[in-house]
Nanobody
Framework: QVQLVESGGGLVQPGGSLRLSCAAT????????MGWYRQAPGKERELVAS???????NYADSVKGRFAISRDNAKNTVYLQMNSLKPGDTAVYYC???????????????WGKGTLVTVSS
């Protein structure tokens, strides 16, 4: 089994910064893409940013230039540095990873339980 555990959410004022972390643990053979999604109240879950195993990244237009995704493959951890936060960034942020375990020959998607980010004065 694989578990993803997020940390780093909280309350921040507009214009502030937060750094989210997500560590994957379990019977991991390899991790393909990792990413962050978010879901605001009354809205659908949306992709915020993703990073491939080789390091190529993809961002939602709404966060380009403000957020930066990175990963530490040795620690099976993905990060999301969020700067210049806006009230519209308020949401539950979920970590996602496509993981191949020692018992499988293909990757499967796993999700964390989410961490709340609130941007408010």
């Amino acid at each position: 089994q694989v578990q993803l555990v997020e940390s780093g959410g909280g309350l921040v004022q507009p214009g502030g910064s937060l750094r989210l972390s997500c560590a994957a643990t379990g019977s991991i053979f390899s991790i393909n893409a990792m990413g962050w999604y978010r879901q605001a109240p009354g809205k659908e879950r949306e992709l915020v940013a993703s990073i491939a195993s080789g390091g190529s990244t993809n961002y939602a237009d709404s966060v380009k230039g403000r957020f930066a995704i990175s990963r530490d493959n040795a620690k099976n951890t993905v990060y999301l540095q969020m700067n210049s936060l806006k009230p519209g960034d308020t949401a539950v942020y979920y970590c996602n990873a496509n993981v191949r375990t020692w018992l499988s020959t293909y990757g499967m998607d796993y999700w964390g339980k989410g961490t709340l980010v609130t941007v408010s004065s």
